[in-house]
Nanobody, 122 residues
């Protein structure tokens, strides 16, 4: 099993940048597809970005394309989400997740972090 811990959230103004980190333990992230999800108040959780274990598949939601970048550092066993040009509609709790590519991309991964709050003020 893998344990995931997110960090890096905070309160920022529109147009700012944040980098979220997802530190994994218990197992190497290189054995999983990894993804970032978010859930805004009153809304369903949605996938933001993900990549397959090999990195051959990389996904971004239309709402974040060109602004967010997912990456990983296998040596640090950490996945990142660089978020630029933040908008108030990006306000949500952001979660890191791990599992197979099929389950991550379908929104049903088995392993989840506890989430980190991102709030973007206008």
């Amino acid at each position: 099993q893998v344990q995931l811990v997110e960090s890096g959230g905070g309160l920022v103004q529109a147009g700012s940048s944040l980098r979220l980190s997802c530190a994994a333990s218990g197992r190497s992230i290189s054995t999983y597809a990894m993804g970032w999800f978010r859930q805004a108040p009153g809304k369903e959780r949605e996938i933001v970005s993900a990549f397959s274990r090999s990195g051959s598949i990389e996904y971004y939601a239309d709402s974040v394309k060109g602004r967010f970048t997912i990456s990983r550092d296998n040596a640090r066993n950490t996945v990142y989400l660089q978020m630029n040009s933040l908008k108030p509609e990006d306000t949500a709790v952001y979660y890191c997740a791990a599992d197979s590519a099929r389950t991550v991309l379908s929104g049903r991964p088995e392993y989840w972090g506890q989430g980190t709050q991102v709030t973007v003020s206008s």
